[in-house]
């Protein structure tokens, strides 16, 4: 018996000019839009509370934290942090539930203003 009725029939498909299934573009995942977490000013949240709240929400160093306090004290809002939607959202109800501001004259109990934008892409 020779090797070749034993062995098995391998037949590729034609090239064609069309590009390979891993290098086509429709074949490509789509990358999720980034969203923005956006606290808004107040009169009432004391710097303090902010800074404790960004510290404790983002893991951010005091110094970023006052930064971000003082742009959303003077720009009316800022963008404190951006990424996937999923995690926005949970950031923005992170900040939410921090909690009353007792560092205030009278004590705040409404949470921050917050919420979450698409960036542009």
């Not at 509370?49 to 110094?63: L, N, R, S």
């Not at 959303?72 to 909690?99: F, N």
Request: with cysteine; net charge neutral; glycine share 4%.
């Amino acid at each position: 018996m020779s090797d070749q009725k034993h062995a098995a029939a391998v037949v590729e498909p034609p090239r064609t000019t069309r590009q390979t299934r891993a290098d086509d573009p429709r074949r490509k995942p789509k990358r999720l839009p980034p969203y923005a977490v956006v606290v808004l000013n107040d009169d009432e949240h004391t710097f303090e509370y902010v800074i404790e709240t960004f510290v404790k929400v983002f893991g951010y160093a005091p110094e970023k934290c006052f930064q971000l306090a003082e742009q959303i004290h003077t720009q009316g809002r800022a963008i404190v942090w951006s990424g996937p939607k999923e995690v926005a959202e949970l950031k923005r109800d992170q900040i939410v539930g921090a909690g009353p501001d007792f560092h205030a004259a009278r004590t705040v109990k409404w949470p921050l203003g917050v919420v979450i934008e698409p960036l542009p892409q």
